[in-house]
């Protein structure tokens, strides 16, 4: 029977996870009266911006009127980029406001998730109290997993680490700075070059002895405003998607795209010419791998995070660690890097350990790459939902109308395709991902298509684009506005109540 298709009424509602995805897909089902149950493994929620994960000095790169959820903006008071406690904070605020704090359980390990033993349709979700040890079971009509592509962090494994330790060498992860004190008078290694490598070596420069970078590669930066105009105009609005050939784009833009396809060279071009020398991307050190337009999603980044390496106050070393050394760091060219705190700025992996080997065999590729139609369900596993695996940057707008999505879905209001051709979709836009993008994603490949992934998600609910109230010009550099995707429940309502009455 294809995901989406039940004769079951679905009440019960699972959700793993108290981030971002968790905190939104709770939200709504809570407002159409369905018994919602969070599980959340650690003593708070905000996922990433939970305290215990924020390292000193974390920013939102998003300005706050974007990385808000549609009916709970950011308090005025914060500032444009707001810090991560302040984040934290916004996210405590709509969880209270929405009754959502009210069905987290913190401190709960899920430790598998099974078919329900009375062959029922669900789900049985194995739990344990972190607090107290004891095991527990309950069973769900519908399980949504929201623990993100953020959710363990991602520590390479190198040999001879255990001999820098001996030494009274520090490895840690970049979420695991939580006391900046542990830099102090030492010489920080920070392995990475993401926005979290380079915040964390900028704000080791005030205290340590001396920092350094390792970095296999230099991805894209773009600068904070290009000529006085914020960035926010190209690179949260519609203008720059179209620069990016999609399968569902319509006659001018694939005109674009294989008549016209010099201009669209021409354009990457220019805006490499333009950040690189905003930024300084063009010196030896400092020049990226990839084109630009390869390298989505770009990372906004303050000007100065750059100038240091390029003062020379933050050395800048290109190349792979091999191994620890007694002393450091040893690179594949064979360069050896004093350290005595290393900082693994290396990212996060996905867990899904507690599903069943079917499940995982099902979810994704050989690559790793997840198989979820919108980004969202996997035809082969039904009544399961993963909301989160799809977006970079307004993650929180992308969950909250994947949420809405859900709800429907489950409700049958959404028409899915037949298995076959929710298969073919799902393998259409990995392709269009694996072409377009020099970096792997943990979820899905929805940007630098927030937009198209947006529209796509309101088409299956019967509604237009939600910006579609805008003129042309304002309809391409209007930065994406979370408050156009209010009330969408209420307005699928009444769009089917429309249809049905002509």
Known sequence: ?????????????????????????????????????????????????SPTRCYPGVRLQTKRQHYAFSDFPMPPHYPEFPTG??????????????????????????????????GLPGWRVQ????????????????????????CEPHIPSLPCRDKFEARGGIVLHSSQVSDPAILNGRDVVVVGFGKSALDLA???????????????????????????????????????????????????????HTWLSPVVDLYWRTAEFIVGHKLGLFSPELRPDM???????????????????????????????????????????????AAQVVVLATGYRRELQFLGERQRSVLSDPSGAMLLYRALINPDIPRMAFNGYNGVGICQLTAEVGATWLVNWIEGVVHLPS?????????????????????????????????????????????PPADRHRRLFKWLFTPLDPADYRDLVARVRIAAEIRSSN
């Open 1 to 49: 029977m294809p995901a989406g298709v039940y004769t079951v009424i679905t009440k019960k509602v699972g959700i793993i996870g108290a981030g971002v995805a968790g905190l939104a897909t709770a939200k709504v089902f809570l407002s159409q009266g369905y018994a919602v149950t969070v599980f959340e493994r650690v003593g708070t929620l905000g996922g990433v911006w």
């Open 85 to 118: 406690r302040q984040v934290y904070e916004y996210l405590r605020a709509y969880a209270a406001r929405f009754g959502v704090d009210r069905v987290i359980r913190f401190r709960t390990e899920v430790r598998s998730v099974v078919p329900r033993p009375d």
């Open 127 to 150: 739990l344990c109290d972190l607090a107290t040890g004891d095991e527990a079971a309950s069973d769900f009509d519908l399980v949504i997993v929201c623990n993100g592509v953020f």
């Open 202 to 256: 900028e704000a080791s420069l005030a205290t340590a002895r001396s920092t350094a970078v390792v970095c296999r590669r230099v991805p894209w930066k773009v600068p904070h405003r290009i000529a006085g105009v914020n960035i926010k105009h190209f690179i949260l609005t519609r203008f720059t998607e179209i620069w990016f050939p999609h399968p569902d784009m319509g006659w001018s833009r694939r005109v674009l």
């Open 291 to 337: 084109p630009l337009r390869s390298s989505a999603p770009c990372i906004t980044l303050a000007v100065d995070n750059l100038k240091s390496i390029r003062d020379g106050d933050i050395l800048l070393h290109r190349g792979s660690v091999v191994r620890y050394t007694a002393d450091g760091l040893e690179l594949d060219g064979g360069k050896r890097i």
């Open 419 to 463: 298995r076959a051709g929710m298969i073919d979709i799902i393998h259409r836009e990995l392709k269009l991902r694996e072409h377009l993008l020099s970096t792997k994603i943990g979820g899905i490949y929805v940007t630098p298509f927030t937009y198209g992934y947006l529209d796509q998600l309101l088409h299956d609910l019967g509604l």
